[in-house]
């Protein structure tokens, strides 16, 4: 509930809520932020969020097409 913005990376999704942010998919080196190394298949808290930066998500820029 209350999802604001949802991130995906190549084996993984986080979602930012009202309530915090939450993670799932795979976890070999940690990148779900919830102190594990454990693949989750449902999202879990994210324990770092209050010590992380903010940075502002930019939307990605247009694919480039070569020409020939």
């Known amino acids: 509930t209350g999802?604001?913005?949802i991130?995906?990376?190549w084996a993984h999704t986080c979602a930012?809520?009202?309530s915090g942010t939450r993670?799932?998919?795979?976890n070999p080196t940690g990148?779900?932020?919830d102190t594990t190394y454990s693949n989750?298949?449902?999202p879990v808290p994210v324990a770092a969020t209050a010590a992380?930066?903010?940075?502002?998500l930019e939307p990605l820029p247009e694919p480039q097409?070569?020409?020939?």
């Open 7 to 9: 991130t995906a990376g």
């Open 23 to 26: 993670c799932w998919g795979a």
């Open 31 to 33: 990148q779900l932020g």
């Open 16 to 18: 930012a809520t009202t």
């Open 52 to 56: 992380a930066p903010e940075m502002p």
């Open 40 to 42: 989750r298949t449902s």
């Open 65 to 68: 097409v070569a020409n020939g």
């Open 3 to 5: 999802t604001a913005t």
